[in-house]
T-cell receptor, first 113, second 109 residues
Framework: DSGVTQTPKHLITATGQRVTLRCSPRSGDLSVYWYQQSLDQGLQFLIQYYNGEERAKGNILERFSAQQFPDLHSELNLSSLELGDSALYFC????????????FGPGTRLTVT | GQSLEQPSEVTAVEGAIVQINCTYQTSGFYGLSWYQQHDGGAPTFLSYNALDGLEETGRFSSFLSRSDSYGYLLLQELQMKDSASYFCAVNNQGGKLIFGQGTELSVKP
């Protein structure tokens, strides 16, 4: 158990819908990262927040957005969902903002039908 | 562009030693990380090298040569439970990790 929690564990939704994935980092960690893992693209970095502020951005679609709240939990919002958005979404956390050492949550498996 | 290369598959026998290599080409480099992922599970942090040299953690060791843009993960005394995918990842632009495509390690009895 990494200490990072994610909800929900599974999510099935239809194309065009909007979902919110939630992540709570390990106690004391200030950085939260979001990753997408699909069979054809591997593990892709989406976005990083450090102590409430956006710190780094990857190839995150405009339909996707995230935020980190004052209590340090984070939410990833995915809208206008497409079939290709079906993937595992991981949240990770680290204490520092230069996080080579990141601790991953169990992930949310999103299926878009 | 940014790329990481690692072998797609490696097979070894229980009790043996295996080395998984990783070469990278990225703009910006803070360090090289290694992660283990079992089927359907979350990536688990194994090691991080920011400086050249060898880092040892129990049965696992990791090496980095910044001048050669090369690193490797060494697994000793292989156990069946070590069968998993292993990813190298470059840490650049702060916390951003760029992952390789992963090496699937199969440990045979």
């Amino acid at each position: 158990d990494s200490g990072v929690t994610q909800t929900p564990k599974h999510l099935i939704t239809a194309t065009g819908q909007r979902v919110t994935l939630r992540c709570s980092p390990r106690s004391g960690d200030l950085s939260v990262y979001w990753y997408q893992q699909s069979l054809d693209q591997g593990l892709q970095f989406l976005i990083q927040y450090y102590n409430g502020e956006e710190r780094a951005k990857g190839n995150i679609l405009e339909r996707f957005s995230a935020q980190q709240f004052p209590d340090l939990h984070s939410e990833l919002n995915l809208s206008s969902l497409e079939l290709g958005d079906s993937a595992l979404y991981f949240c990770a956390s680290s204490h520092r903002d230069r996080g080579g050492e990141q601790y991953f949550g169990p992930g949310t498996r999103l299926t878009v039908t | 562009g940014q790329s990481l290369e690692q072998p797609s598959e490696v097979t070894a026998v229980e009790g043996a030693i295996v080395q998984i290599n990783c070469t990278y080409q990225t703009s910006g480099f803070y360090g090289l990380s290694w992660y283990q992922q079992h089927d359907g599970g979350a990536p688990t942090f194994l090691s991080y090298n920011a400086l050249d040299g060898l880092e040892e953690t129990g049965r696992f060791s990791s090496f980095l040569s910044r001048s050669d843009s090369y690193g490797y993960l060494l697994l000793q005394e292989l156990q069946m439970k070590d069968s998993a995918s292993y990813f190298c990842a470059v840490n650049n632009q702060g916390g951003k990790l760029i992952f390789g495509q992963g090496t699937e390690l199969s440990v045979k009895p």
